[in-house]
């Protein structure tokens, strides 16, 4: 079927409020469910993944299909959604029918699903994220970001800032540093409450992430993940202080790192952490700087 055929028979389908009415898609807080049904706005978030007609486009939570609609009408080649609801799993199937091919739906847990069995690279992840596993899912992803072309994710706003955030920023913290140091990250838009239904209780904004290629060897991300919480788990310490949840000897740790012990998480460069978090892995005896 040409794409022209392809781009008529999605014209063609119901309109999102009759899929959720008919699918009786009532929103279910537990899944995060804030669904977009403004065209505009998902044709927004699908111009920004773009270019969508090479290796593999992944969204998650399709729900009732809105920004699924707007990324193959945008032109995704490959499209694999990933949705845990099997109520819009259903209501998906003459969506399905209508994309000749272009789109596989997985029911699944997008938490514990293989990316890179999805198919091949370039791999770009673009979803309006359940919120209550959106942290979880880009920590996952980050650690698997050599796998990613781009990721292009709605989020909470206040969420989005400190994904974006840099030293010095109120917002910055542990998602900051894990997201810089892996990634750039930069906030591209905000959306008010009224923008879903049903209107959640904060703003939104999509966040484009893009994984540094290649990747930094400088540390490991785990013992990155280890050092910022106990860094920030209390930020208003001094780092000799809030670092001894880590190791006994804050001070030596602090000292072959070159960072003064006097300073808190908030005044450290990602660099800076990233010192920290090789050293922190290695025995006192075989620190070197
Ligand atoms: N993409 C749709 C839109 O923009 O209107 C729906 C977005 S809604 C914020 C989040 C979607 O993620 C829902 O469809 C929900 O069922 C799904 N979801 C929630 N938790 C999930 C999980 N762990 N794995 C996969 N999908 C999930």
């Known amino acids: ?13 119901p309109p999102l409020r009759a899929v959720i009415a008919e699918a009786g898609l009532s929103a279910r807080k537990g899944l995060g469910q804030n669904f977009l049904l403004d065209l505009n706005l998902t044709g927004k978030i ?68 293989d990316f890179e069995a999805l198919g091949p690279p370039p791999r770009r992840i673009v979803a309006n994220l359940p919120y209550n596993v959106a942290t979880p899912l880009l920590i996952g992803w980050l650690k698997r970001a050599e796998l990613f072309e781009t990721l292009v994710l709605m989020f909470q706003k206040e969420v989005a800032e400190r994904i974006t955030a840099d030293p010095g920023d109120a917002a910055y913290g ?38 540094r290629v290649p990747a930094p060897e400088d540390c490991r991300i785990e013992d ?41 998480a908030e005044e450290l460069s990602i660099a800076e952490f990233a010192t920290l978090a090789r050293l922190s892995n290695s025995a006192p005896e075989e620190r070197t700087t």
């Open 1 to 13: 079927m040409s794409d022209t055929d392809v781009a008529a028979r999605l014209a063609a389908l």
């Open 224 to 264: 990155l993940e280890r050092v910022t919480a106990a860094a920030f788990g209390q930020r208003r310490k001094m780092l000799r202080r809030s670092l001894k949840s880590l190791t006994p000897d804050a001070e030596a740790l602090l000292a072959h790192a070159g960072v003064a012990p006097t300073k808190r």
């Open 46 to 113: 699908a111009r920004a993944a773009a270019p969508l007609d090479q290796g593999t486009v992944i969204e998650i939570g399709p729900g009732p299909g809105g920004l699924t609609r707007a990324l193959l009408a945008e032109g995704a080649a490959h499209l694999v959604a990933i949705e845990k609801d099997r109520r819009c799993v259903d209501a998906l199937q003459p969506l399905i029918a209508a994309a000749d091919g272009r789109l596989t739906l997985v029911e699944a847990d997008a938490l514990a699903v």
């Open 174 to 211: 542990r998602l900051g540093v894990l997201t810089g140091w892996r990634a750039e990250a930069r906030l591209l838009f905000t959306l008010p409450p009224r923008a879903f239904t049903p209107p959640p209780k904060v703003e939104s904004a999509v966040v484009e992430v893009r994984p």
